[in-house]
C-alpha cells in the first residue's frame, strides 16, 4: 500500500509545536482506514509534541468509521497531556462535527 499522507516540518503555531500529518481521501476510505491507522497510532505513540491533521486535500465526507478513529487518535494524545489538533477541515466536515458536537471536543485550528 503507498504511503499517501506525508509530514511536514515540525511547526511552531501559537505557543505549541506539533507534527503536521497531510491525509489524502485514500487515506479515511474504507480501504485506505486500516493502514491509516496503523501509520497515525505510531506516529502518536513515539510523538512528544502535538499532532495536527491537515484535512485540505480532503474532497469527501467522514464516515462512522473515520470519525471513530479521530476519536481514537485524540484519547491517545490526550493520555500523553497532547492535543490532536485538525485544519484544513472543509465546510461539510465541520458541519458534520458540529452536529455530533464533535466540535467542542476535537480542537479545529484555521
Do not use: C, P, W
Not at 516540518?9 to 487515506?27: G, R, S
Not at 486500516?34 to 485540505?56: A, P, Y
Not at 462535527?97 to 466540535?103: A, S, T, V
Request: aromatic residues 6%; hydrophobic residues 40%.
Amino acid at each position: 500500500m503507498k504511503n499517501s499522507f506525508k509530514f511536514s516540518n515540525t511547526e511552531k503555531k501559537e505557543t505549541t509545536l506539533a507534527v503536521v500529518i497531510q491525509i489524502k481521501n485514500e487515506d479515511i476510505s474504507f480501504d485506505g482506514l486500516s493502514g491509516f491507522r496503523e501509520r497515525i497510532m505510531s506516529t502518536i505513540q513515539n510523538s512528544k509534541e502535538d499532532v495536527q491533521l491537515d484535512f485540505s486535500e480532503i474532497t469527501m465526507s467522514l464516515d462512522s468509521a473515520t470519525i471513530g478513529e479521530l476519536m481514537k487518535y485524540h484519547a491517545a494524545l490526550e493520555s500523553q497531556n497532547l492535543q490532536l489538533k485538525l485544519s484544513g477541515v472543509n465546510k461539510l466536515i465541520r458541519t458534520v462535527f458540529r452536529l455530533n458536537k464533535l466540535d467542542t471536543i476535537l480542537h479545529l485550528i484555521d
